[in-house]
Nanobody, 125 residues
Framework: QVQLVESGGGLVQAGGSLRLSCVASGRTFSTYNMGWFRQAPGKEREFVGSISWSGYTTYYADSVKGRFTISRDNAKNSVYLEMNSLKPEDTAVYYC??????????????????WGQGTLVTVSS
């Protein structure tokens, strides 16, 4: 497994932007497909988006499509979540996760075997 550490969360006003980072330990990061999930208080963890090991393919939840962008830098063992036009309903703890599952169907939390500790994003209205 790979160890993951997220950073970049914080408080932002509605309409603002944040960039989350996730750094992985180990030399196998470039073999993993990576995902971002979020969990709001009292709600289940939900899929935000994912990126293939090569970075060529990305998938997004409808709720963030057009506002969020996932990218990765395999040389830095890092994956990023650029969040723009933030809304109060984007408030949640954001997690990065790693998987060998590939394709559009890999968007369940159970598809991912390694998780970070999460970083809190709060969007004020």
């Amino acid at each position: 497994q790979v160890q993951l550490v997220e950073s970049g969360g914080g408080l932002v006003q509605a309409g603002g932007s944040l960039r989350l980072s996730c750094v992985a330990s180990g030399r196998t990061f470039s073999t993993y497909n990576m995902g971002w999930f979020r969990q709001a208080p009292g709600k289940e963890r939900e899929f935000v988006g994912s990126i293939s090991w090569s970075g060529y393919t990305t998938y997004y939840a409808d709720s963030v499509k057009g506002r969020f962008t996932i990218s990765r830098d395999n040389a830095k063992n890092s994956v990023y979540l650029e969040m723009n036009s933030l809304k109060p309903e984007d408030t949640a703890v954001y997690y990065c996760a790693a998987t060998y599952c590939s394709g559009y169907g890999c968007h369940q939390a159970t598809d991912f075997g390694s998780w970070g500790q999460g970083t809190l994003v709060t969007v004020s209205s």
